[in-house]
């Protein structure tokens, strides 16, 4: 079953611009971590925040946890062609079962 | 590294022909799962292995598909009979045992006529 929620479905900005993803998520979670897929290839791990973390960062990217409202956003900075993609939030059950949301479609037109 | 190895990449076959997908983990990583995506539903965790045994196979949609890992650098999925409904890109993913972060492999992409 599917446990996060990702919020767009679709986001298509200019480059050089910052892109903002949402995850909602149902129960309670050790992690929350964020993967990037290109098309036709495998998952890339992005960045993961524990549940006791409340933002971090690694480069462009920026990732926010709010456990009280079960949510979590991506935000990546100064957009790059290179970014088109689709991104996905999978929360951590357990010692190492993530579930998936349903992702959202990045597109950076240049 | 060579990364995650899956094989085949694409695969055809005709309703009820048993098919075998192949992963090969990252050497070194004790955690393997297979998981499915299709446009409806996303991707699904089918089953996960630790240290070569099965811990949660939950998400095998039904008794057609079986997942083997004989050692620590090979696992199959298996679908038997296959059935059009079982289009997907199939992944394979590794990972250490605790750390979270998983290593996907390119997909096999299979269709079923």
């Known amino acids: 079953s599917q446990q996060g929620e990702e919020d767009p479905q679709a986001l298509s900005i200019q480059e050089g611009e910052n892109a903002t993803m949402n995850c909602s998520y149902k129960?309670?979670?050790?992690?929350l971590q964020w993967y990037r897929q290109n098309s036709g290839r495998g998952l890339v791990h992005l960045i993961l925040?524990?549940?006791?973390?409340r933002e971090k960062h690694s480069g462009r990217l920026r990732v926010t946890l709010d456990t009280s409202k079960k949510s979590s956003s991506l935000l990546i900075t100064a957009s790059r062609a290179a970014d088109t993609a689709s991104y996905f939030c999978?929360?951590?059950?357990?010692?190492?079962?993530?579930?998936f949301g349903q992702g959202t479609r990045l597109t950076i037109n240049p | 590294d060579a990364g995650v190895i899956q094989s085949p990449r694409h695969e055809v076959t005709e309703m009820g022909q048993e098919v075998t997908l192949r992963c090969k983990p990252i050497?070194?990583?004790?955690?393997l799962f297979w998981y499915r995506q299709t446009m409806m539903r996303g991707l699904e965790l089918l089953i996960y292995f630790n240290n070569n045994v099965p811990i949660d196979d939950s998400g095998m949609p039904e008794d057609r598909f079986s997942a083997k890992m004989p050692n620590a650098s090979f696992s199959t999925l298996k679908i038997q009979p296959s059935e059009p409904r079982d289009s997907a890109v199939y992944f394979c993913?590794?990972?250490?045992?605790?750390?979270?972060?998983?290593?996907f492999g390119p997909g096999t992409r299979l269709t079923v006529l």
């Open positions: 993913a590794s990972s250490l045992w605790g750390s979270n972060e998983q290593f």
């Open positions: 129960t309670s979670i050790n992690n």
């Open positions: 925040i524990r549940s006791n973390e």
């Open positions: 050497s070194g990583h004790n955690s």
């Open positions: 999978a929360t951590g059950e357990g010692a190492q079962k993530l579930v």
